[in-house]
C-alpha cells in the first residue's frame, strides 16, 4: 500500500489493451472503512437515538409515543408516552443561539395547540377538552391555574398556536412573530448599523433585478455551451475579441459612471439619507473601476504574449467539440454528481443529528433536565464521520473524472469511431465499478489528507481571530494557503492519473508517474494546448460574468437614489461565475484528457505505416503544420511501437 516503487521502471503504454483490478488494498480500506460508515450510521438506530430525533422526547428523557424505562434519579422519566406523540416547549422562542439549541422545557403532548391560548384557564380548558397536558406532568390539569409553580412549569403565556411537524413531530409555531425576542435583537443591529440596514434595503429593492440577472447569467452559459459545440473553431476568436471589447468597454463605462455619479453628488438637493447612499455608490464606483482597470491590463499583456498559441486551441477545441456530439451524455455528468453529493449529505447530516441524541442519559442538576452524552472512545464517533464526509465527497469527484476520462480515453484510441460502444458513458461507469473504485479510493484519500489539515488550521484561525499575535496569524495563513495550493496541485495531478488508469489499467502511483513523465517530457511542445484551453474556458467564464455584471451595472443605474450596489452586483457575479464554472468544468476536462490523450499518441506514433496516429484530423493537421513550421518535433524515444488495441477499443 505503499504509494510508489523506489525504482522507476521505463514501459510502454498500452490503451485499452487489457484490463485488471487496480489498488485492490485501497479497495479493501475504503470498504472496510464504509463498513465502519454504516457501523455509526447503525449504532444511533440501535441505542434508540434515531427514534429520539424522529419521534422527538421530552426534558426528563421520555421518548414521545413509546413506553418508556426508567432513568434513576430522574423522577418524572420511565413514563408511557404512546398516547403523548408530540413535543411541545413551554417556551419555544427561549434560543441558545451560541450552543444553537431551545432552553425551554419540553413536553410529550397528545395535541398541539391549534389557537392561541392567553390564560392558564384557556390552558386548562384545553387538557380537559383534548386530554393534552400543556403544563408538567406532576401537575394535574385540575390545579392549572391554582399551583404554585405554575411559573415555570406551565407554558409561558400567551400560548402561540402551533403546528405538528409530520417526520419529526414538534410543535412549531405557526406565527413568526412568536421569535421576537430574536428578531427585535437583530432589528436593532440593523437599525444601528447604518451601512448594513443601507445594504440590505439595496438587496431588498434590487430582488427582481437580481433574479432576472441569475436567469441572465444561466442563458448565457446554456449559448456558451452551444458555441462550444457547433463553432469550436471561430470560439477562440469570438471569445478574444469579445473579452477585449468587453473587457475594455466595461472598464470605460465604470469610469464614466464614477465621473457621472461624482458630478451628482457635487450637487444640492440630496437628503442626508441620500447622499449617504449617493456617496457609497460614488466609493464602490471608484474601486471597481481601479479594479477593472488592473484586470484589463492585465489580461490583455497575457492575451499579447499567447496570440501565437491561438491555433493550437482551435484543433483541440475542435475535437472537443466532436467530442460532445458524439457523446452528448457527458454533459449530464454534473447533474448526477450533484444529484450522488446530495443524497449523500443528506445522509451524513441525518445520521450527524442522530448522534447527537445518542450517549447515555445525563441529568444537569442546575435544571433538572435530561441530556445525552457520549463519553469514552464513543465520543470520537463524530470525528470519524467527519472524515467520512470528506473522504467519500472526494471520492465521488473522482468517479466522475475517471467516467469522463474512461470515455473520452475509449473515443479517442477507437480508430473506426462506428465501433464505439453504444454508450460509452455508461461502459466507462461500468468499467470503473469494475476494475478501478481502488484506484479512486486511494486518489482522493490522498486528497483527503490534505484537506483535512488545512480545515482544522482554517478553524484554529477562526476561533483565535483577534486573539493570536500578528507573527501567529501570518504563519497559520500561510499554511493555510500552502496546503490550497498543494491540495490544487495534487487534484491536477490525480486527474491525470486516471486518465493514465483508464488507458493503461494501472495501479494509481504507476499512473501518477507515467502522467507526469508524459507531462515532463511534453512541457516544451505541447503543453501550450492544455494552457490555452483552460485559459480560453476561463475567459469563457470571465465572459459571462463581464456581460451579467454589465447588464446589473446598466439596471441598477436607474435606483442610484436608493440603492447601494455592493452586494446586489457581488451576488449577481457571484452566481454567474458559479452557473458558468458548472457548465464548462466538464468541457475542461474532456480538453484535459484529450491533451494527455494527444502527447501520448504523439510519444508512440509518427504517421508512418505501421506507426499511424489515433488522433482526429484536426490534430493532425496541427501537427504536420508545425512540423512544416519547425514548431514541433519528433518526440524522443521513437521506434518504441505503441502496441495494438484490441477490437473496438473496448476490451474490459
Not at 427585535?184 to 429593492?205: C, H, P, W, Y
Not at 454533459?331 to 441524541?357: D, E, H, K, S
Not at 504536420?624 to 473496448?650: H, I, L
Request: hydrophobic share 50%.
Amino acid at each position: 500500500m505503499g504509494c510508489c516503487n523506489s525504482t522507476a521502471v521505463k514501459r510502454d503504454w498500452k490503451p485499452l489493451e487489457q484490463r485488471s483490478c487496480t489498488d485492490v488494498p485501497w479497495l479493501i480500506v475504503f470498504a472496510l472503512f464504509c463498513i465502519g460508515m454504516v457501523c455509526i450510521c447503525v449504532f444511533p438506530i440501535a441505542t434508540g437515538a434515531a427514534s429520539r430525533l424522529i419521534s422527538g422526547y421530552d426534558s426528563y428523557g421520555n421518548t414521545c409515543g413509546k413506553n418508556n424505562s426508567k432513568i434513576e434519579g430522574v423522577p418524572l422519566s420511565g413514563l408511557d408516552m404512546r398516547e403523548n406523540k408530540y413535543v411541545f416547549f413551554l417556551d419555544p422562542c427561549n434560543l441558545d443561539l451560541i450552543n444553537r439549541k431551545i432552553k425551554s422545557i419540553a413536553l410529550c403532548v397528545s395535541k398541539c395547540p391549534a389557537a392561541e391560548l392567553m390564560t392558564l384557564s384557556d390552558v386548562k380548558q384545553f387538557a380537559l377538552q383534548n386530554g393534552s397536558h400543556l403544563c408538567s406532568y406532576d401537575i394535574p390539569p385540575t390545579r392549572y391555574t391554582s399551583h404554585s409553580d405554575t411559573s415555570t412549569k406551565c407554558p409561558k403565556l400567551p400560548v402561540p398556536p402551533s403546528k405538528s411537524v409530520p417526520l419529526l413531530h414538534r410543535c412549531v409555531p405557526v406565527d413568526i412573530g412568536c421569535y421576537a425576542e430574536f428578531a427585535e435583537t437583530f432589528i436593532k443591529f440593523v437599525g444601528d448599523n447604518s451601512v448594513l440596514r443601507r445594504v440590505i434595503a439595496g438587496v431588498l429593492a434590487s430582488k427582481e433585478i437580481i433574479m432576472g440577472l441569475c436567469v441572465l447569467a444561466l442563458v448565457l452559459s446554456l449559448i456558451m455551451m452551444v458555441v462550444i459545440r457547433y463553432i469550436s473553431k471561430v470560439l477562440v476568436w469570438i471569445l478574444t475579441v469579445l473579452v477585449v471589447i468587453g473587457s475594455i468597454g466595461g472598464t470605460g463605462v465604470l469610469w464614466w459612471l464614477y465621473a457621472d455619479h461624482r458630478k451628482a453628488l457635487d450637487k444640492d438637493g440630496l437628503s442626508v439619507f441620500g447622499k449617504e447612499v449617493a456617496s457609497d455608490n460614488v466609493t464602490a464606483l471608484l474601486v471597481y473601476a481601479i479594479v477593472a482597470t488592473v484586470f484589463t491590463v492585465v489580461l490583455l499583456l497575457v492575451m499579447f504574449f499567447m496570440r501565437k498559441r491561438v491555433a493550437l486551441t482551435i484543433s483541440l477545441f475542435h475535437v472537443a467539440g466532436k467530442v460532445f456530439v458524439d457523446l452528448p451524455l457527458l454533459a449530464l455528468q454534473p447533474f448526477w454528481t450533484f444529484i450522488c453529493l446530495m443524497l449523500f449529505w443528506i445522509y451524513w447530516i441525518t445520521v450527524l443529528l442522530a448522534l447527537g441524541t445518542s450517549g447515555t442519559p445525563v441529568k444537569n442538576n442546575s435544571t433538572g433536565v435530561v441530556e445525552y452524552q457520549m463519553a469514552g472512545p464513543l465520543q470520537y464517533l463524530v470525528w470519524y464521520h467527519a472524515v467520512g464526509l470528506i473522504w467519500i465527497n472526494e471520492f465521488i469527484l473522482a468517479f466522475q473524472q475517471m467516467t469522463i476520462a474512461g470515455a473520452v480515453v475509449t473515443y479517442y484510441f477507437t480508430r473506426n469511431k462506428s465501433q464505439l460502444p453504444a454508450t460509452p458513458i455508461l461502459s466507462s461507469m461500468a468499467r470503473t465499478v469494475r476494475y478501478h473504485l481502488g484506484t479512486l479510493a486511494k486518489g482522493s484519500f490522498i486528497i483527503t489528507l490534505v484537506k483535512i489539515p488545512r480545515l482544522i488550521l482554517m478553524y484554529i484561525h477562526s476561533q483565535l481571530k483577534g486573539k493570536e499575535n500578528a507573527c501567529a496569524r501570518c504563519m497559520l495563513k500561510a499554511c493555510i494557503c500552502c496546503l490550497w495550493c498543494l491540495e490544487k496541485c495534487l487534484a491536477y495531478l490525480n486527474q491525470n492519473a486516471y486518465t493514465a488508469t483508464a488507458i493503461n489499467s494501472t495501479s494509481f502511483c504507476t499512473s501518477a508517474r507515467d502522467a507526469f513523465l508524459i507531462l515532463v517530457e511534453n512541457a516544451l511542445r505541447v503543453a501550450a494546448i492544455n494552457t490555452v484551453g483552460d485559459f480560453v474556458l476561463f475567459l469563457g467564464k470571465v465572459l459571462i460574468v463581464s456581460c451579467t455584471a454589465f447588464a446589473g451595472v446598466l439596471a441598477l443605474n436607474y435606483q442610484r437614489d436608493y440603492t447601494v450596489w455592493v452586494l446586489p452586483l457581488f451576488i449577481v457575479c457571484l452566481f454567474a461565475f458559479l452557473v458558468a464554472h458548472c457548465f464548462l468544468s466538464v468541457f475542461e476536462n474532456v480538453v484535459d484528457v484529450l491533451f494527455l490523450c494527444f502527447a501520448v499518441d504523439t510519444k508512440y506514433n509518427d504517421g508512418s505505416p505501421g506507426h499511424e496516429y489515433y488522433m482526429d484530423k484536426a490534430l493532425m493537421e496541427f501537427v504536420e503544420n508545425s512540423k512544416k513550421m519547425g514548431f514541433y518535433k519528433p518526440a524522443d524515444g521513437d521506434g518504441r511501437e505503441m502496441k495494438p488495441m484490441a477490437r473496438g477499443g473496448t476490451s474490459a
